[in-house]
């Protein structure tokens, strides 16, 4: 028995290190590889649309650092959907300058559905867009995000997500987990993947998407809790590549308070399986059918180290329980399986924290926060992170409803950048 304890721990390290290798390279292209330099020869004429349910705290300001874009402003238009609201974003959201649609429907719950509503009515009003940016209510853009992202465009992207940044970075240790977790997908995935030539991913907020795509899609078809890594896997499998630019910087609220974050993750977890359960098949034969190193990419985001973990976990505290009901029949399952559960978190503990490492030193100007904070949150990403195992057990069995998250943190695109 200790013996398959051993050789099952090490054939799961050996899947990871296989399957996630090129994550690795894509540390060594982001931090050695000159980025593509793009310059638009137009400028385009574009919408915002902006999904909000009781955002009356925040939704201004988004729309005041919308206003204060160094891009012509007669090419933007913002426009609001007010979704189920009981406060009164709809009359902040108006007086900022945004179009206001309202919209109540309690059956069709969540973002997806607030952005098709948005995009047809847009759509019916016959305007002329070539490209529509979506945040969420709570977003700040940095002054020069619109003409930046109009670089990529202009250069035949019809897809494009940017730089995430945080808002409140320094507020505790959850919101600097969900923050480093966002830069490191910023710098080193979706920046590693631009340079290499393959399709990167939305994560959220903060990204553009062409008109010609949305009138294909009849408006936003993705429902499921992740919409966005939906939208981005049947994007891979139809061979849409999705462009990142990293000079289009964008900050967001990050939940601070433990049960915000577990219920938003538990969605996120929850929203991930189901887009397995969905494109999982469609998505492994099209990595084979189309050779196609998106959908490999895409794959291994949606599916193996959640799923991975979670044996690795049950396993070894099958055998860990079996040792203590047997514990002076089998003395040496209770060393062996709890020394090899320290052995996997050390490990796991030591990768993360050089993730963290790595994405605090080269976005250490890009961080709001001080440098006692910065330190400090390095050694607590990792605990974050291993929050997600039993949020990825509980979403295992539990029915999620999409549920909006409080924003609070009111400040400037001024403020912020201090």
Known sequence: MLSFINIFNFIILLLFTGLYFYQGYYVIVALFKKEKVMVAMKNHKFAVVIAARNESTVIGQLINSIKQQKYPTEL????????????????????????????????????????????KLIINRNEKYEGYFVFDADNLLDENYIAEMNKVFDN???IITSYRNSKNYDTNWLSAGYSLWFLREAKYLNNARMMLNTSCAISGTGFMVSDDVIRKNNGWKHHLLTEDIEFSIDNAIQGEKIGYCGNAVLYDEQPYIFEQSWNQRLRWAKGFYQVFAKYGKILTKSIFTKKSFSCYDMLMTIMPALFLTLISVTLNLAFLTVGLINIETYPEIIRETSGAVIMTFANSYAILFALGLI????????????????????FSFPLFIFTYIPISIVALFKKIEWKPITHSIVKSIEEVRQ
Do not use: H
């Not at 030193?361 to 949150?377: C, D, L, P, V």
């Open 359 to 378: 994405t605090t030193i080269t976005e250490w100007k890009q961080i709001n926060a001080s440098t006692k904070n910065k330190i400090k949150y390095m």
């Open 156 to 158: 035949g992207y019809k």
């Open 76 to 119: 933007v238009d913002i426009y609001v959907v007010a979704d189920n609201c009981t406060d009164n974003t709809a009359d902040v959201a108006r007086e900022a300058g945004a179009i206001v649609f309202e919209r109540f429907n309690r059956q069709n719950v969540g973002k997806g559905y607030a952005l098709d509503f948005a995009f």
